[in-house]
Structures are given as structure tokens and as C-alpha cells.
């Protein structure tokens, strides 16, 4: 039997294997269904699915120690990059039934997947539109606890700053993934990230935390800010 332990997040645990490995994972909120390559552990009538720090940069970000964690029971996320619903799915089984998550991805490919996993869980909503331009969605987006981003973009900061300024509640939360090769291949990673965070702070943003997540990504940062004007 696989020992459980709760994380100091809610409705994140550690799964000790029997081989002694320690995983991350959330629990399943749809029983015997993967979304990935996720291992799905039985115990006690509650059926975990391994969260894949390689496959997720939430997931880099909590081996990482996150410290700011606003991913919680009913929060409205509005997720930028959503792809086939990796992170998305894990995000789903943490904020429950009352949560919601408003998907956005450009990708009719990877949309197409996400849909599938929609279908069986009704907190996510999936929306094929570019993030660049926020208002293609206004019509289905209220304003959130969460944005969060992970778009792989030159214009990632603005497309944040946008989507933030339209979306995020006062004293909201924003998880930023930022891929520095993405922005500029030629600078120093680290001087990207402080043009990037000297962009967001004169936004009028609040930066909480800034993350390096090697091993699991090279040459990116996770950025969890607030918006507090
Ligand atoms: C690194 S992948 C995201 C992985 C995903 N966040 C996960 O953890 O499961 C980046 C995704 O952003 C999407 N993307 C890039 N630019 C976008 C844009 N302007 N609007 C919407 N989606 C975009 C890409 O199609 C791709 O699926």
C-alpha cells in the first residue's frame, strides 16, 4: 500500500511508492481516467493521480517550494496556454466542483484534447481564442482570483499585463511562466527576467515570488504576483 501524506497546500499530497520514490499528486476527480501519462494509486477508496513536475510548470514550481498558493476549493482561474490540459486537469482536481477554469488556448489541435477532458469535468471550460487579444473572450470570462500564464511567447509579459488588467479581481493572484528563450535567444536569461519583472512592477504589479525551475525547465522562471490597485 502506497503511504499518503498531505502537502501544506490544500488538496495537494505526496505519494511514497513502494519502490521509495516520493510523487506529488492530487486526487482523481474523475476515477480510473488519465488525462497524460499521470500514474493513477488507489488507497482507502480515493484514487490519486501523480502530478509530473517534467510535465507542468505549476508542477515545477510546487518541487520548487511555491510559496504562494491560490489555486484553492471554488477559485475562478483564467488559464492562458492551456495545451491539452496537463497542469489544467491537476488545477481541475484541486479547486473541486464550485471552481472553474476558463481555458484559453489557440491551438485547434490541442483545444480538440482539451475538449475531450471538458466533457468530463465540469470545471473546465475550454476556449479556442489568442490570448493577445483578451476581449475575443469577454463574452464567456467574469473576473478571477487567477490568471495564469504559460503561452510561450515573445510578448508574453504584455500579454499578461492585458489579460490581468481585464480579468484579475482586485488582490487577485498571477502565475507567470516566463521562457526567456522565447523572448529574446540571443540575451542572458537573467537579464530578461529583470527587464521582464521592472515591466510588470511599473504595471502598477505586485511581485510575491520569483522561481527558477531547473531541473525540471531550463532557462525559465515562474513569476506569482498580486494585483493590488
Ligand atoms: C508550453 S505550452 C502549455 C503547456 C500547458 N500550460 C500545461 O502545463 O499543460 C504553451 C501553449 O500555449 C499556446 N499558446 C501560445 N500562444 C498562445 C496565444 N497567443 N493564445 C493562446 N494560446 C497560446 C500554445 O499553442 C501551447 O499549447
Known amino acids: 500500500m502506497p503511504e499518503v501524506h498531505k502537502h501544506s497546500h490544500p488538496n495537494l499530497f505526496w505519494l511514497k511508492t513502494k519502490d521509495g520514490s516520493t510523487r506529488l499528486a492530487t486526487i482523481n476527480a474523475e476515477p480510473g481516467k488519465k488525462v497524460y501519462t499521470e500514474r493513477l494509486v488507489s488507497k482507502e477508496g480515493i484514487e490519486y493521480r501523480t502530478f509530473d513536475p517534467h510535465k507542468s510548470k505549476l508542477g515545477s514550481a510546487i518541487m520548487k517550494e511555491l510559496q504562494n498558493f491560490p489555486f484553492t476549493e471554488g477559485s475562478k482561474i483564467l488559464y492562458l496556454g492551456a495545451a491539452s490540459g496537463t497542469t489544467v486537469s491537476h488545477i481541475s482536481d484541486m479547486i473541486g466542483v464550485d471552481g472553474s477554469i476558463f481555458a484559453v488556448e489557440f491551438s485547434a489541435r490541442s483545444l480538440r484534447d482539451l475538449v475531450v477532458v471538458a466533457e468530463r469535468r465540469q470545471n473546465i471550460i475550454p476556449i479556442l481564442a489568442d490570448a493577445r487579444f483578451p476581449e475575443e473572450y469577454s463574452f464567456t470570462v467574469p473576473l478571477v482570483d487567477v490568471v495564469y500564464e504559460d503561452v510561450a511567447q515573445p510578448r508574453q509579459a504584455e500579454i499578461l499585463k492585458d489579460n490581468v488588467q481585464t480579468y484579475l479581481k482586485k488582490d487577485g493572484y498571477f502565475f507567470f511562466a516566463v521562457k526567456a528563450r522565447s523572448i529574446d535567444v540571443t540575451k542572458d ?41
Open 189 to 229: 536569461p537573467k537579464a530578461i527576467y529583470e527587464e521582464v519583472i521592472k515591466d510588470l512592477e511599473s504595471a502598477g504589479l505586485t511581485i510575491l515570488e520569483t522561481i527558477d525551475i531547473e531541473p525540471y525547465e531550463k532557462d525559465h522562471i515562474v513569476i506569482v504576483g498580486q494585483k493590488n490597485v
